[in-house]
């Protein structure tokens, strides 16, 4: 079974950046994908940013230009990389993964079809 850690959320000021983590263990196939995705106070689950099988990334309009997502295989390590951060961006960011070839070689997989979640990271925007 895949299980997932994150850590990194915290306080920051508008116009700051965070970096948050995400280490995973429990991985038993080589075809694999992650993805951060986060939920504010009173809004629905909203995707973040996503690394398929094949490398290739997806990002949510609202955070295009602003986060990157990566891997670090070494260190079973998923980042979310957060610049430029807005009151807005304040969530519970959480992060997901599956190991199914077939889900993980998509470009995007909606958050309810990952079979693995970490137990998330607030993060938290003051201007």
């Known amino acids: 079974q895949v299980q997932l850690v994150e850590s990194g959320g915290g306080s920051v000021q508008a116009g700051g950046s965070l970096t948050l983590s995400c280490v995973a263990s429990g991985y038993t196939s080589s075809s694999h994908c992650m993805a951060w995705f986060r939920q504010a106070a009173g809004k629905e689950r909203e995707a973040v940013a996503s690394i398929n099988s094949y490398g290739n990334t997806h990002y949510g309009d609202s955070v295009k230009g602003r986060f990157t997502i990566a891997k670090d295989n070494a260190k079973n390590t998923l980042y979310l990389q957060m610049n430029s951060l807005k009151p807005e961006d304040t969530a519970m960011y959480s992060c997901?993964?599956?190991?199914?070839?077939?889900?993980?070689?998509?470009?995007?997989?909606?958050?309810?079809?990952?079979?693995?979640w970490g137990q998330g990271t607030q993060v938290t925007v003051s201007s």
């Open positions: 997901a993964a599956d190991t199914r070839a077939t889900i993980c070689a998509r470009l995007y997989v909606n958050w309810y079809e990952y079979n693995y």
